[in-house]
Structures are given as structure tokens and as C-alpha cells.
């Protein structure tokens, strides 16, 4: 029984749960493949380390040199970044081996390049841990649901944000605070920029459009708002309509069929959906297809372990296919849906406005909205010192008129300002 060989880069949280699991769980990972797979090299940036459980001999700081050994089946890329981890993918293709990759950001950037070039040397390119750690979502939608159409993907891919929203959900703090908590926590990282400003989810929104409607979705057709102008006040407002904020990946199939909309920004939850009750750092993915209906797929979406899960998991598929003598699917990109701007999406609103107390405020302000094609389902108003918090929601409307008519807003007599603007999802 031949033993298939595999090339770890990066030996940080997930390579070294990844090269712990594939000596705890040795003879299961055997059993499943048909053969034993065993390290051939761990590479790792910075040698003298102490890397346990990892024996010394395994240990380079060359990863060009071990991918391009030539006795490699799988490369296991767990360094992240761009342009060397493309470089060392690349190279481990023209080598014969098989890719698994945690890498979002790269897949997202340049998945199309990669997905050709495993394509060209006839080897696999899988990256289930690149979308919500350990949650079984690509493969699912690759796979599982490759009978049936997915019409929207709903999510929360981003556990630090969810993390950061629910903390100011439920102590009241505002986002300075309740991020202060989430780093000294561990969940947020020293920059938190990727996270806070969406870039991470909008990778993870680009892969999962991708995937569930066979076409090609770029990084920068991703309408992208990240969480820091989220306030205690639109927390308060979610709360008083009986909602929570999330920050959700939305990946939407056009209803005329040859379009797709996919965009990441702070929405608000009815209490009642599914994904409201998706707490702290968790994260979790609500598909709606013809045929299955609604699915939840949930879990944890980062940390060493769970994320090693879905590497060990891809491991095992592209090792199989190795012994077979075949490749898994590749990416589908068939449907070649064109991306819709954001002014285009459709949905509803939340709108917080401190008016002037005068009777005619609220009339004026339904006027504006209306003019814009915009109308209003409820409104609730509150008298304060010097004037009135008016809290609207809206009817559904195209983002491009919600914004003209708060710009129109903004300079009507009587309103003081815009103290919220907030969409509402799921409902
Ligand atoms: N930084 C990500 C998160 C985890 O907070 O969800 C890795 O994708």
C-alpha cells in the first residue's frame, strides 16, 4: 500500500491542529483513505521554534524546496497572504500535487488562475476551510446541492464582528467598548481592520456567490460596509422593532435570471429568523433553494481545531481522488451571471431622523420618502428636550432611492439629522 505524502505550509493555530489531528487520528484517516498519509515537511517562516508533537527532522524554512520535491501528493496551504501562497500553489500544481487551502482571500482574488491551473495539471484545488471554519458549506453547495437551485445565501461568516454586535447587543456597549473586549478576548486580532471593515467577509461572500450559482464572482463586485458605524443607538433602535444587528453576507440570484447581487454590510434581524440567534464568535449560513427549501448550516467559523476539521476533511477527499486516479469537481462557472450594483438591491429600512417637534414634521417626512418612491410601513416617535427621535421603517425600495431621499432629508427644514440608516433582512 503506496503512503501518500503531505507538504504542510505554515505550522501557526491550523497547521499545527492540522498536523496534530493527522497523528492523533492516524489510523481513522488511514482507514478512510484506502492508505496512510504521513507529513513530508512542515514549513514554517521562522526555525528554533518549539513545535510540539512536530519532529524536528520535518521541520523547513524552505517551502519552495518541499513543494517542489517531487514525491509530494498534497500541499496543505495554511501560510494566508497573497502573492507567496499563489506562488507556492502554483509551483505544487506543476509538482503533481493536490491543493487544499484556508486561504479566503487568495481564493477570492485569484480562485478563477488557481482553479485553471489544477485544472491544467489534472490535480484537485479544495478550500472548505476558507468559508466559516469548520462548517461543511462548500462542499454542500458543490456537491450535495449540484441537483437543485440555489436561489440566496444568507450568512454570517465573521465571527469576530458577531462577536463585537452581540457584546453591544447585550451590555449596551458601544463598539469602541465592546472591540476593546473582543481583542482582549483573543477574537479580534491586534489590526482588526479585515474584520471590522468586512474585507474578510466580502472574500468569503465572493467564494460562497461563486460556488452556489456556477459563475464567477470578484472580490470588487461585492458591495462592502463593515460594522464600525454601528452605533449603541442602532442597537437600541434593532432592539425596540424587535431585532438584533448582524453583519451579513447576502449572495442574491437575480429574478430575471442572468444576474446576482452579493453584498456584505450591518442589517437588521427580525428576533425570530434563524440567525438571530446566532451568538458571540459563532457563525452560520442560511441557504434558500427551489427544491430543499430553507437549510442552516452552523458552527464555529474560525480557531485552530474547527478549522482544521474542514482541512483534514478536504485532505481526505483529494487523497481519495488521488488513489482513484481522478479529480473532484472543479469550479462551475457555466451561469456567467452578470453582477448587479448596490443602488439595484431591494429591501427594507430602518431610518432613525431627530425632527423638529412641529405636527407637520412627520407628513413632510412621508412626502420626501414618497417622492423617492419609498413608503413607510411603521413609524414611532418619541418627544425629547428641543425636538422628536423619529424611528421609521420602510417598505421595500432600491438602495439608490433610499439614499436619494435621506440626502433630501438631510436638508428639509425641521430635520435635525439622520441619526440611523439600517437595513432590515430576513423578513
Ligand atoms: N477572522 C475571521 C473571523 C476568522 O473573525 O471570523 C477567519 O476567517
Known amino acids: 500500500m503506496r503512503t501518500l505524502k503531505v507538504a504542510l505550509l505554515g505550522c501557526g493555530v491550523v497547521g499545527s491542529e492540522v498536523a496534530r489531528y493527522m497523528d492523533t487520528h492516524a489510523a481513522e484517516l488511514t482507514a478512510r483513505i484506502g492508505a496512510p498519509v504521513e507529513l513530508a515537511g512542515v514549513a514554517v517562516r521562522r526555525d528554533g521554534l518549539p513545535r510540539p508533537g512536530i519532529p524536528e527532522h520535518l521541520l523547513t524554512t524552505d517551502a519552495d524546496e518541499l513543494v517542489a520535491r517531487g514525491d ?20 505544487a500544481f506543476a509538482h503533481g500535487a493536490s491543493v487544499v487551502s484556508a486561504n479566503k482571500a487568495l481564493i477570492a482574488a485569484e480562485g478563477a488562475a488557481l482553479h485553471a491551473g489544477a485544472a491544467a495539471h489534472g490535480v484537485d484545488l479544495y478550500y472548505e476551510a476558507a468559508v466559516a471554519g469548520a462548517i461543511p458549506l462548500l462542499r454542500p453547495l458543490r456537491e450535495s446541492l449540484a441537483g437543485d437551485r440555489v436561489n440566496r445565501v444568507l450568512g454570517i461568516v465573521n465571527g469576530t464582528t458577531n462577536f463585537v454586535l452581540d457584546k453591544m447587543d447585550s451590555l449596551g456597549a458601544d463598539y469602541p467598548q465592546a472591540l476593546k473586549e473582543a481583542t482582549a478576548l483573543g477574537y479580534a486580532e491586534a489590526d482588526p481592520t479585515a474584520d471590522v471593515e468586512g474585507h474578510d467577509a466580502a472574500a468569503k461572500a465572493a467564494i460562497l456567490a461563486g460556488i452556489a450559482f456556477d459563475t464567477r464572482v470578484r472580490v470588487q463586485d461585492v458591495h462592502r460596509e463593515g460594522i464600525t458605524g454601528i452605533t449603541a443607538a442602532d442597537i437600541a433602535a434593532a432592539k425596540a422593532a424587535g431585532c438584533v444587528v448582524k453583519l451579513l453576507a447576502i449572495c442574491e440570484r437575480g429574478t430575471d435570471g442572468a444576474s446576482v447581487t452579493v453584498r456584505v454590510h450591518p442589517a437588521m434581524i427580525p428576533l425570530e429568523h434563524p440567525l438571530a440567534a446566532v451568538r458571540g464568535a459563532f457563525n452560520a449560513v442560511f441557504v434558500e433553494a427551489d427544491a430543499a427549501g430553507q437549510l442552516m448550516f452552523y458552527g464555529p467559523g474560525a480557531g485552530g481545531a474547527p478549522t482544521a476539521s474542514s482541512v483534514l476533511g478536504d485532505l481526505v477527499a483529494v487523497c481519495r481522488n488521488k488513489l482513484a486516479g481522478v479529480t473532484g469537481p472543479g469550479a462551475t462557472t457555466y451561469a456567467e451571471l452578470t453582477a448587479r450594483p448596490m443602488g439595484e438591491v431591494v429591501t427594507r429600512y430602518h431610518v432613525g431622523l431627530d425632527v423638529a417637534d412641529r405636527p407637520e414634521l412627520l407628513a413632510e417626512v412621508a412626502t420626501v420618502l414618497a417622492e423617492h418612491g419609498v413608503s413607510v410601513e411603521s413609524f414611532n416617535q418619541r418627544r425629547h428636550e428641543g425636538g422628536c427621535s423619529l424611528a421609521l421603517s420602510t417598505h421595500e425600495a432600491t438602495d439608490a432611492a433610499l439614499s ?12 435635525h439629522g439622520v441619526t440611523s440608516i439600517v437595513r432590515i433582512e430576513g423578513r
Open 72 to 91: 509530494v501528493d498534497v500541499v496543505v496551504e495554511v501560510i494566508g497572504g497573497l502573492d507567496r501562497a499563489r506562488d507556492l500553489i502554483t509551483s
Open 404 to 415: 436619494a431621499a435621506v440626502d433630501t432629508l438631510r436638508g428639509t427644514a425641521g430635520v
